[in-house]
């Protein structure tokens, strides 16, 4: 088995470093020329797999429409058949050396605000183009040492103004008109962001109108009565937060789209205002600190 996944569709693997939804990511060189990329490998097993395959196709496709730094590049599509059907999917993405959200335990609150002003940027530059990546969350931010991101896993993209046949999304940060299958935008982004900074924020997640448990059943029984926002402000579960932090990440988790942030642009400029905020304060006291410390002339 080494032997086969030596050298695959054109690219030779070094070693795996990840998992996906039915595939494997590997560190690989494309042959043709001599890149180190990220490859993801689905092999088709069983009928349910084609929803994969087909999310796989949607995120090479939308990922060409977009050039940012803080969107994963997605370079090459390849099918492999076999009987006349595609039995094995190929995508060459970006390599991005880093950890997700989820498994950085380290940064300061600055930090955190760097963070997600950098993926609001990405997120901005999805929708100039007309997209919404309707799944952001902790798993799908990377960070590297040097504190940069990548959005990645764009599989659950969509038009902005798509009406979903089903429901998709990750559960503890899906929007309620991902759940209603409503028309999805841009505030849909700004939901699923604003619950992954809730999270980032306290440890903890805001409610939705989908149970973890029950996702994979895609309920049509939600309540249309049920407020997500209608739970604990950052702030109050850690005192330290600054207000206008909170009040930023309760306005995103409205239920009613209309109700948040009016698009993207607009969380960037409270954010800007508080990390302004945050490290002009840290500035002003290591300059008081480096005077208060200066020899009697």
């Known amino acids: 088995m080494a032997k086969d996944i030596l050298s695959v569709g054109g690219f030779t693997i070094i070693r795996r470093i990840g998992n996906g939804a039915r595939s494997t990511i590997y560190l690989a060189t494309d042959e043709e020329d001599g890149s180190v990329v990220a490859l993801k490998r689905l092999i088709f097993e069983r009928p349910e797999d084609t929803r994969v395959f087909e999310q796989t196709e949607l995120e090479y496709k939308v990922a060409q429409k977009i050039d940012h730094p803080y969107v994963r590049k997605c370079y090459k599509l390849q099918k492999i058949r076999s009987m006349f059907r595609v039995r094995e999917l ?15 335990t380290t940064l300061s609150l600055g930090d955190v605000l760097l963070v997600f002003r950098m993926v609001a940027a990405g997120l901005n530059a999805m929708h100039q183009k007309g997209f919404v990546h309707c799944d952001i969350k902790p798993n799908n931010i990377l960070i590297n040492k040097s504190g940069v991101i990548k959005i990645i896993d764009l599989g659950q993209s969509c038009a902005i103004g798509t009406v979903k046949s089903r429901i998709q999304g ?14 999805l935008g841009p505030k849909t982004d700004i939901f699923n962001l604003g619950a992954t900074m809730y999270w980032a924020l306290t440890g903890k997640n805001v409610p939705t109108l989908i149970p973890k448990k029950t996702a994979v059943l895609a309920r049509k029984d939600a309540s249309n009565s049920y407020e997500p926002s209608k739970c604990p402000a950052p702030h109050e579960l850690r005192r330290q937060l600054p207000i206008g932090i909170s009040r930023l990440v309760m306005d995103c988790v409205k239920q009613d789209p209309a109700e ?14 508080m ?20 020899p009697a002339q």
């Open 260 to 273: 948040r942030p009016g698009n993207m642009v607009e969380v960037m400029s409270r954010l800007d205002l």
């Open 90 to 104: 190929l995508l060459s993405m970006e390599h991005f050396d880093g950890q997700t959200l989820e498994e950085t």
């Open 170 to 183: 990750t559960p503890d940060y899906i929007a309620p008109e991902q759940v209603r299958r409503k028309t």
């Open 275 to 294: 990390i302004h905020s945050i490290f002009g304060s840290k500035i002003r006291a290591n300059r008081n600190a480096s005077n208060n410390h200066r």
